[in-house]
C-alpha cells in the first residue's frame, strides 16, 4: 500500500510555514520485503505526485529503528529534516524536492 496524504499542521516537522504537505506512506506485506518493490512503487508515486504539483515537496516519517524503511527513504532522495521522540522510540522526519527542468 502507497499513501500520499496532506500532513495536519499539529505533527511534529512541518517544511512548509503552513504545513500541509504532502506525506508519502508505504506499507507492504513481510512476504514482499527484500524484492525493491516499495522503492520502485514510492518512485513511481513521488513521480506522478511532483506531475501534478511540480515543486512541492514530500515528507515522510518511519521510525529509525526501522531499517529498510529508512533505506527505502535513502534510496527514493528524502533528506534528514529532524528526528523527535513519538510512540514511545525515536523518529526520522524528511522531506524530498522533485527535480525540476532548471535543476
Known sequence: MITLDRRDGERPGPVRPNAGEAELGYMFQPEAWGFG?????????????AGGHPGEPVVL?????N????RVAAKLGFIEVERF???????????????????
Request: glycine share 4%; charged share 10%.
Open 37 to 49: 518493490y516499495a522503492t520502485e512503487a514510492c518512485a513511481a508515486a513521488l513521480d506522478w505526485f
Open 61 to 65: 516519517c518511519t521510525q529509525t529503528a
Open 85 to 103: 521522540e513519538a510512540y514511545g522510540a525515536e523518529q526520522w522526519f524528511g522531506v524530498w524536492h522533485p527535480v525540476t527542468q532548471s535543476d
Open 67 to 70: 531499517v529498510h524503511s529508512m
